[in-house]
């Protein structure tokens, strides 16, 4: 979190015990792939080879994907955070630098800090109607209804979240 002259921001952060856990869950996957390229090259006869030889490569491509993607997404997040600019009135996401979404602040009805297994963040109930307060411009996932909230911004703390509560007046 930062303070400028405009209003507070606020910056996604990845916990270290979930980078942790994808960093080992990608490493599994990822020497499982090359296990399945390696086993498969070197154990089938040339015959066989011949046939199963690309569906192999490609299971074994696939599960390094599978494991390195999200660990790699996670690790971009950390270098570019997302960002959420609050001045009082107005409510930016901002995804790479660019907007995502704006609202009014007087058309949130309630925030709360959101926590599963895997995912933390920040939801967002709107006061209805939404079409008259939000203005969105991407980002699906951003969207997605978690827990009966109408936004979820993902991997903002519970920290931040507190110092925003006490900067606004009740």
Same mark, same amino acid.
């Given at each position: 979190?930062?303070?400028?002259?405009?209003?507070?921001? %606020?910056?996604?952060?990845?916990?270290?015990?979930?980078?942790?856990?994808?960093?080992?869950?990608?490493?599994?996957?990822?020497?499982?792939?090359?296990?399945?390229?390696?086993?498969?090259?070197?154990?089938?006869?040339?015959?066989?080879?011949?046939?199963?030889?690309?569906?192999?490569?490609?299971?074994?491509?696939?599960?390094?994907?599978?494991?390195?993607?999200?660990?790699?997404?996670?690790?971009?997040?950390?270098?570019?955070?997302?960002?959420?600019?609050?001045?009082?009135?107005?409510?930016? %996401?901002?995804?790479?630098?660019?907007?995502?979404?704006?609202?009014?602040?007087?058309?949130?009805?309630?925030?709360?800090?959101?926590?599963?297994?895997?995912?933390?963040?920040?939801?967002?109930?709107?006061?209805?109607?939404?079409?008259?307060?939000?203005?969105?411009?991407?980002?699906?996932?951003?969207?997605?209804? %978690?827990?009966?909230?109408?936004? %979820?911004?993902?991997?903002?703390?519970?920290?931040?979240?507190?110092?925003?509560?006490?900067?606004?007046?009740?």
């Amino acid at each position: 979190m930062s303070n400028s002259s405009q209003g507070m921001i %606020f910056y996604s952060s990845i916990k270290p015990k979930l980078m942790k856990k994808t960093l080992m869950r990608g490493t599994l996957l990822g020497s499982a792939g090359v296990l399945v390229i390696l086993g498969g090259g070197t154990m089938l006869p040339i015959a066989q080879l011949e046939f199963w030889g690309l569906p192999i490569l490609l299971a074994g491509l696939l599960l390094i994907a599978v494991g390195l993607v999200p660990q790699r997404k996670l690790a971009k997040l950390e270098i570019n955070p997302h960002e959420i600019h609050f001045d009082g009135e107005r409510v930016l %996401f901002l995804q790479n630098a660019d907007t995502v979404f704006d609202l009014p602040f007087s058309g949130i009805e309630k925030i709360d800090y959101l926590e599963n297994k895997q995912l933390y963040g920040w939801g967002l109930r709107l006061k209805k109607p939404i079409e008259n307060t939000l203005t969105k411009k991407g980002a699906t996932f951003i969207t997605q209804h %978690f827990e009966g909230y109408d936004l %979820f911004l993902p991997y903002f703390t519970k920290r931040s979240l507190a110092e925003l509560h006490s900067q606004i007046p009740a």
